[in-house]
């Protein structure tokens, strides 16, 4: 997908759109003077809304109305439809628009197998809410699954931001304002009252300072669970149904009752605020829940393009107002919308099933390798096996070359449709003061592939105000990008097909292609990679499919290789030498279950043709039923530097009317040479730039070279201009993202600006400086290129910390080149292994035509989080790659200890960075693939979690090997003259400077910049790993050996007799018993850890309430073993000169230890005494008669050891805090003991816990924060994982 903000089909995590906001914002400045110029009476420009002049769409129509797509269904795969915007509801001839919506990613889904039975028409919901079942549902099974889902899970980004706001504006807000100023009165007026305070008035004070305090506290740690609703799901003796609980307080009978929505087209909204239209289906036999809705306004906005139908306002109907739609969200809301592997796979399974004629993807990425993958198969299954004509976005990564993404640019069955603005569009949708010509967008991506393929196929107007989902509170927005090309050229089609099929002609999908490709009209001064094959026309795409329908070639497609590439990519300063031979295969393609006699009766003779000279190639080829190769030489010597594009094409002889039966695409730079003698510079002055007008220059990077500086001067007085500034480098196997540079500039009137980016040497750059199509006014400007170079000896440092010193060498191959090298380390790597690996065949939408199943392997890892900080998790084996993976998909999901999702992943881990608190954390990763012993392989899969360093580690550097073994004079700036070297030499980091947690198998990143200029610093930066080593051993008692003295050894007896008694006290708290307690007091009376663990032992057992006076006794008896005024002094003392001071001052804080526990085992034995008599009322208790518990009694020695724990230990220490909250609920303290109640969420987070808590809210009046804690109990303490 694309960024929303001048997207590239690099960092696809939304859509392929460039934001209108975003370039509004942009190009204020030079459009936002709309209608006032122009005449009253001036009609709108409608027609430029959404295009269908340009691509003959509109003619088409006049021409046959009825041919409107009806009869066409189009896959809509996005971030889904909603199915109440405008122009959703119903095709022109009265259908249903939208024949199913289905949520493939699974972000929707809700985990509802537990079953449950209604007692008194009742069910007790998930949410911990009482369910109310209405009289009027039927249910003859009785049973219900029941679910529960979080609200914020599946809202898109911009509703979720929404809600938030105008939530705590209208719920948050207003009652916690007048919490706070009573809570503030009531202080005031208790300090002008009370002046010299008592132990009980002071208590008195706290309370009420607690009171704002902590409503100080939840102010600052606001934060909205969302809505939290029960979901359940029954079969009604004919079919599934479900409901949510939208109401929100258990009140069934005014929420809305659901279909699959396949079968009754029933969709709800989750309420008027966030006007969320939803669907639902079910599946696995009621045990899944699937609520659908949309993920953003993209998907909408898509399908309003390419069927849109608004029969009273026709002007807005979208290009193919009679098509049905099968809507499926392919964008995981979990990952921002970011498509998925499971969600692609699952839609195109989906896409098979409902027989779809046309798929619109608008969504890409860019790829390391084309035309590859477990994800391009299945497209490709679909469109060869199925004739589904799939039709996809190129990309929004210009203006260099070979940017487009897959699967729109880089897969054989795709038609990739690039992005072109046309005049009325720049007055309808983008007010522009002034009329410019039409022309390719700046950012559409451009071909070839980097395997020679053209990548771009056609092109199709790029912008639309169109119709998008009703949460964003409007009924259309702008939106461009090729994602806008997409569904209008895919709408184009639908209006094809459409009259086809009223004629009975049943094209293929090779044919319509080649219909679209031989009839699209090519653009003037727009060159081929960005428009293809030029701008799709419909009506001359439908006559030429009806003459030529007859014909034997009519339905066969052609498959051209060269060795495993599609086409000639001549680039790199290697290959163009000399004259190169390439033998090139070309292959008829049958359509799926074509009779075995048409295959061998098929006999073409075909013409060669090139228009070249520096192509020689046969003029003739006679292809039959197999693969034919032709050799094709092409000399590149001679040629001028820049591009050359060619094409071989074939025709059949008999029918030249036709056009090219196939093309053989041919590309060749030339680049232009870069050394000593240009001083590696290259200038070009008084350039002259029309609006969106582009420069390339392709330049050969001189060995050596590292980064390169680009200056840029404006000339013109008057005009100020935006400017792209891109370069790309290809490398095999890689994406062009991983060699990219991009800069969106602004050049001031008479400015300038100076930027920097990486180079590779001995290869070709492509530098590409484009004027943005809408920045009007002419410019002229002069700009240079130099190149600069520090080599690094290694192109990744790596570093041992067992080595001591570590070295690198740099040398200056190009100019004099100043350079302060500099290490710094910000991340942690931590290596897991999984603790669990368990793989399953998974249910029915997942399984492929003829019966293929899919499965899953799921692999879990755990990992502690020793302080809280930044984390980015990835898999090494498998990310950066998504549509290239050899595996459906993979998506990891990361939870705390209490199964609470924190985040989600997939195939790009820079996306997904999460804060964590301190704690421990399990993460889960899926992957998928058709066979099972292919993710066996993955059982010992390792994973990593990369943390962020709070603070920057920095190596030392020094510049000879003696002065870092002695850490003397560190190395200073140095300046380098051409081809000369300096080493330098680097010293381990100090023990203490290695993070908490990292140790062997862990390893820290970071980087190593070595120039020093600033433009420098910025392009030319090495990885560096530094590999971590066990820390060092640590002596006991500061390093003295304990000495035995052999008279004072203990008999051994003795010590079998002390052996025998701690075994035994270690097995006093597993036996239910006071046995061996009363065997051991007899003999060892005096020994404390005996008193201390009866203590424990009847502080823990499940019948502790029965038991409080045995566990007050209990305290008692360790209070008394312990010296409490000898400890006291002892803790006074500033230092202990004793030899033995460390076996003392251990024996010490034990006794501190057993005596601050037995205080607060006392002490909340007592306040539950207390409790359970005032939840009595004051009746006697069942169990205890009312004679054993005197309530004044046991209220003084409470209030006893409430002061007395307070001479050892802080009541916020840890140790003490359930004391402290029992002693505050005991005296009606609800101030404190929310205080202490959470710390102790705090320290130990639990579902009973929070319930505290929230009960204390109730009981303090604050109900507004306790509804909003109570929402958060099923979010933070769900009762299982969620589901992948």
């Given at each position: ?192 009252t009370h002046t010299n305070l008592s132990q009980a008035e002071k208590l008195l004070k706290e309370e009420l300072q607690c009171h704002t305090e902590l409503l ?560 009007l006014g002419d410019v002229t400007i002069d700009y240079s290129i130099s190149f600069h170079g520090v080599t690094c000896s290694t192109s990744q440092l790596h ?259 002390e052996a025998m008694r701690d075994l035994k006290i270690q097995w006093m708290t597993k036996l239910d018993t006071s046995g061996l307690y009363g065997e051991l ?204």
């Amino acid at each position: 997908m694309c960024e929303p903000v001048l997207c590239s089909v690099c960092a696809f995590s939304q859509p392929l759109i460039i934001s209108a906001a975003w370039f509004f914002y942009c190009f204020s400045s030079s459009f936002c003077q709309i209608m006032a110029a122009h005449p009253a009476d001036e009609s709108f420009p409608f027609h430029g809304l959404l295009p269908k002049k340009e691509t003959g769409a509109a003619s088409f129509l006049i021409r046959y109305p009825e041919y409107d797509g009806r009869g066409v269904l189009i896959a809509i795969l996005d971030t889904g439809v909603d199915p109440g915007a405008p122009g959703m509801q119903i095709t022109s001839d009265g259908k249903p628009k939208i024949v199913d919506i289905i949520d493939s990613t699974g972000s929707g889904d809700v985990d509802t197998s537990t079953v449950v039975e209604p007692k008194d028409g009742t069910i007790p919901g998930l949410s911990g809410r009482t369910l109310k079942i209405p009289v009027t549902w039927k249910n003859p099974s009785g049973k219900y699954h029941i679910g529960v889902k979080n609200g914020f899970e599946f809202f898109p980004k911009a509703l979720k931001e929404r809600l938030q706001k105008e939530r705590r504006e209208k719920l948050w807000d207003p009652a916690h304002r007048a919490a706070l100023a009573e809570a503030c009165r009531k202080q005031e007026e208790f300090d002008s009252t009370h002046t010299n305070l008592s132990q009980a008035e002071k208590l008195l004070k706290e309370e009420l300072q607690c009171h704002t305090e902590l409503l100080n506290s939840l102010e600052k740690k606001y934060s909205d669970p969302g809505p939290v609703y029960d979901c359940l799901v029954w079969h009604d003796g004919e079919t599934w149904r479900a409901c949510l609980d939208t109401s929100e307080c258990g009140d069934l009978s005014c929420c809305t009752v659901l279909r699959n929505y396949k079968e009754a087209q029933e969709h709800a909204s989750l309420g008027n605020s966030e006007m969320l239209n939803y669907s639902v289906n079910v599946y696995e036999e009621g045990s899944i829940l699937c609520i659908v809705t949309s993920g953003g306004a993209h998907g909408t906005h898509v399908a309003s393009i390419a069927a849109g139908y608004f029969p009273e306002e026709p002007e807005r109907n979208g290009v193919a107002p009679g098509a049905q739609i099968l809507a499926i969200k392919i964008g995981d809301t979990r990952l921002s919308t970011m498509e998925t592997g499971t969600g692609l796979i699952r839609a195109m399974i989906e896409v098979i099933k409902y027989k779809c004629d046309l798929v619109n993807y608008s969504y890409g990425e860019a790829t390391h390798w084309p035309n590859s993958g477990r994800i391009c198969e299945v497209i490709n299954e679909a469109v060869w096996k199925h004739n589904v004509i799939y039709v996809s976005s190129a990309g929004n990564n210009g203006p260099c070359l070979s940017t487009v993404g897959c699967p729109g640019g880089t897969t054989s069955s795709v038609i990739g449709v690039g992005a072109y603005v046309t005049p009325d569009m720049m007055t309808a949708e983008y007010s522009l003061r002034e009329k410019l010509p039409a022309n390719q967008y700046t950012w559409s991506s451009r071909g070839p592939t980097i395997d020679g393929a053209l990548g771009v196929s056609i092109s199709a107007p790029g912008g639309a105000i169109a119709s998008v989902p009703n949460w964003t509170l409007r009924g259309t927005q702008l939106m461009n990008g090729t994602s806008m090309s997409s569904p209008n050229a895919c709408g184009g089609i639908a209006l094809v097909l459409s009259g086809l099929k009223s004629n009975g002609i049943q094209p293929t999908a090779f044919a319509v292609r080649r219909a679209l490709e031989n009839t699209a009209v090519k653009m003037d001064d727009i060159e081929v990679f960005a428009q293809g094959h030029g701008t799709i026309q419909v009506d001359k795409a439908y006559d030429y499919l009806t003459q030529h329908a007859s014909l034997p070639t009519s339905n066969l497609g052609f498959t051209v290789t060269v060795g495993s590439h599609r086409g000639i990519y001549l680039r790199n300063p290697v290959q163009l030498s000399s004259p190169s031979d390439h033998a090139v295969g070309i292959e008829p393609v049958f359509p799926e279950n074509t009779d075995n006699s048409e295959r061998i009766s098929l006999q073409l003779h075909l013409a060669l043709t090139c228009s070249a000279s520096w192509v020689q190639c046969p003029s003739h080829l006679e292809l039959m039923n197999q693969c034919r190769h032709v050799n094709m030489r092409v000399d590149p010597q001679g040629l001028r530097e820049g591009l050359h594009y060619t094409e071989v094409c074939g025709y059949d002889v008999s029918t030249p009317n036709v056009g090219p039966l196939f093309r053989v695409p041919i590309t060749v730079i030339i680049p232009t040479k870069v050394n000593e003698s240009t001083a590696y510079e290259v200038h070009f002055n008084n350039v002259y730039f029309k609006p969106g007008q582009i420069r390339r220059h392709f330049l050969q990077v001189p060995q050596g070279a590292r980064w390169a500086e680009l200056t840029i001067t404006s000339h013109s007085h008057d005009v100020s201009s935006k400017f792209v500034l891109h370069a790309i480098h290809l490398v095999k196997q890689k994406a062009y993202r991983a060699n990219e540079f991009y800069k969106f500039s602004s050049l001031l009137e008479k400015g300038s600006l100076t930027e920097a980016f990486p180079v590779l040497e001995g290869r070709t750059v492509e530098f590409c400086i484009a004027r943005w199509w809408a920045s009007l006014g002419d410019v002229t400007i002069d700009y240079s290129i130099s190149f600069h170079g520090v080599t690094c000896s290694t192109s990744q440092l790596h570093i041992h910390a067992s080595e001591g010193i570590s070295s690198f060498e740099v040398l200056s191959a190009l100019k004099y080149e100043e350079i302060s090298p500099s290490i710094n380390l910000k991340n942690w790597v931590q290596p897991l292994r999984p603790v669990s690996a368990k793989t399953r065949s998974l249910a029915s939408r997942d399984i492929l035509p003829n019966n293929r199943q899919l499965y899953e392997i799921v692999l879990t890892y755990n990992f502690t989080q020793t302080k809280s900080g930044e984390v980015t998790p990835s898999c090494p084996l498998l990310c950066e790659l998504l549509y290239e993976s050899e595996f459906d998909s993979q998506l990891w999901m990361l939870f705390d200890q209490n199964k609470r999702l924190i985040g989600s992943g997939d195939a790009y881990p820079h996306q997904y960075s999460l804060k964590l608190e301190k704690g421990d954390y399990t993460i889960r990763l899926q992957v998928r693939h058709e066979q099972i012993c292919e993710l066996e392989r993955l059982k010992d899969l390792p994973f990593i979690v990369s943390h962020r360093l709070s603070n920057t580690l920095s190596l030392d550097i020094y510049e000879t090997h003696k002065n870092a073994l002695l850490s003397k004079k560190k190395a200073n700036t140095i300046t380098l003259p051409p081809n000369c070297s300096q080493s330098f030499f680097v010293t381990s980091l100090p023990d203490d400077k290695i993070p908490k947690g990292a140790g062997p198998g862990c390893y820290l990143t970071g980087s190593l910049i070595v120039p020093k200029s600033e433009y420098g610093k910025k392009a030319d930066v090495l990885p560096v790993y530094y590999h971590l080593i066990p820390p060092p051993n640590k002596t006991k008692n500061g390093g003295k050996e304990k000495e035995k003295d052999t008279d004072k050894e203990k008999d051994v007896k003795e010590e079998f007799a002390e052996a025998m008694r701690d075994l035994k006290i270690q097995w006093m708290t597993k036996l239910d018993t006071s046995g061996l307690y009363g065997e051991l007091k007899e003999t060892f009376s005096n020994h404390l850890p005996l008193h201390v663990t009866r203590l424990q032992q009847l502080d823990s057992e499940k019948e502790r309430m029965k038991r409080l006076n045995e566990i007050v006794v209990a305290a008692d008896v360790v209070l008394s073993s312990i010296d409490q005024t000898a400890l006291a002094v002892y803790l006074t003392m500033k230092t202990d000169p004793r030899p033995d001071a460390a076996t003392i001052k251990s024996d010490m804080e034990k006794q501190k230890s057993s005596l601050i526990d037995a205080l607060c085992r006392k002490g909340c034995a007592l306040a539950d005494k207390l409790l359970r008599l005032h939840s009595q009322d004051g009746a006697a208790s069942e169990e205890v008669s009312s004679t054993e518990d005197d309530p004044e009694g046991c209220l003084k020695d409470l209030t006893d050891t409430f002061w007395e724990i307070q001479k050892w230990v802080d009541l916020t220490d840890s140790k003490v805090l359930t004391f402290a909250y029992k002693h505050a609920l005991v005296n009606k303290m609800y101030g404190r003991a929310l205080k202490y109640a959470t710390k102790i969420v705090e320290e130990k987070p639990s579902k009973e816990n929070c319930t505290n808590c929230i009960q204390l809210m109730k009981s303090l009046g604050w109900t507004h924060s306790a509804a909003f804690a109570d929402n958060w109990l099923p979010v933070m303490y769900p009762t299982d994982y969620t589901p992948f």
